[in-house]
């Protein structure tokens, strides 16, 4: 599946699912009089903007490569990432603070039937989303896909949060406030989590020991020596991956031969790696 195709999916189901759910979180919300819940409602509508930003973002993403963008505009996804880990963050202090106030006037929620049931599909759906966004982020490398994946989730686990809030509220008056910080906690570490993975990608990421045995090994086998490869820097432009790094060759071979070696590595890494290489050489100093 088409990396845009799949953003678009999930961002229409995500979208409808979300809105569905928002509407009976609230009404459960109000009738019951739980800031939870109420919050847990706008944090499902948060969802659907989320995925409005994805939808966005992977049509940007998909756009070619310009004569202002040589490399594409896949860092779009991340960019969109960024402003997800955001509006989790700003949800997340509107909870805190209506928490805190509705402690201090030691308000409590009437929980009912109606709390009950709406909580408990909330989960399934929610949950359900999840796994969704996951399988098509595996089947695309997809990360705005992922990370609305992990908005998801965190809604997901606070309904459950919401619906012990309900079990326990009878005993415990000052249950829902304490569960609308849980929430926020959990929102701000989705945040975190979602934010830390873009800008990392968007800053450069140091390759991997794995990728970096393969890439050793793709070298050794092509020139059946160890030419001691360093210096090793990728450009991860989602849509593609760049990457650069020096090799040590005899410096006695000709400007041809250590051409068509290099050459040769270039197009083993881009067949077995998909990755665009550039290789600088350095001559082998004999004396």
Do not use: C
């Not at 399934?124 to 089947?139: N, T």
């Not at 304490?178 to 800053?203: D, E, F, P, Q, T």
């Amino acid at each position: 599946m088409e990396r845009k195709r799949a953003g678009y999916l999930e961002g229409i189901v995500s979208i409808v699912s979300n809105l569905v759910l928002f509407v009976l979180k609230l009404w459960a919300g109000t009738v019951s009089g739980s800031i939870a819940l109420i919050a847990d409602a706008w944090h499902t509508l948060s969802d659907s903007a989320s995925s409005v930003i994805v939808i966005v973002g992977t049509n940007l993403s998909a756009k070619k490569a310009d004569n202002q963008h040589p490399y594409g505009h896949g860092r779009w996804e991340h960019i969109t990432a960024l402003i997800i880990g955001l509006l989790l963050i700003l949800i997340a202090y509107i909870f805190i603070k209506d928490s805190v106030i509705q402690y201090r006037e030691k308000e409590s929620a009437d929980f009912g039937l109606i709390a009950i049931t709406v909580t408990i599909a909330s989960i399934a759906v929610k949950e359900g989303l999840a796994q969704y966004a996951f399988y098509l982020s595996r089947k695309t490398d997809n990360v705005s896909v992922k990370a609305d994946g992990w908005h998801h989730r965190t809604d997901a686990l606070s309904s459950v949060i919401v619906l012990i809030g309900i079990m326990l509220g009878s005993y415990l008056w000052w249950i829902d406030s304490a569960l609308g910080i849980i929430i926020s906690l959990m929102l701000v570490y989705a945040a975190y989590r979602i934010i830390a993975g873009s800008v990392n990608k968007l800053l450069g990421e140091k390759p991997g020991d794995d990728l970096l045995e393969e890439i050793i090994t793709i070298v050794n086998s092509i020139t059946g020596q160890d030419l001691q490869p360093h210096d090793f820097h990728i450009h991860n432009y989602v849509t593609h991956k760049e990457l650069t790094f020096h090799l040590i060759m005899d410096g006695t071979l000709t400007i041809n031969k250590s051409h068509e070696i290099i050459t040769r590595i270039e197009n083993e890494i881009k067949e077995k790696l998909d990755i665009d290489s550039t290789i600088h050489v350095e001559p082998l100093d004999h004396g």
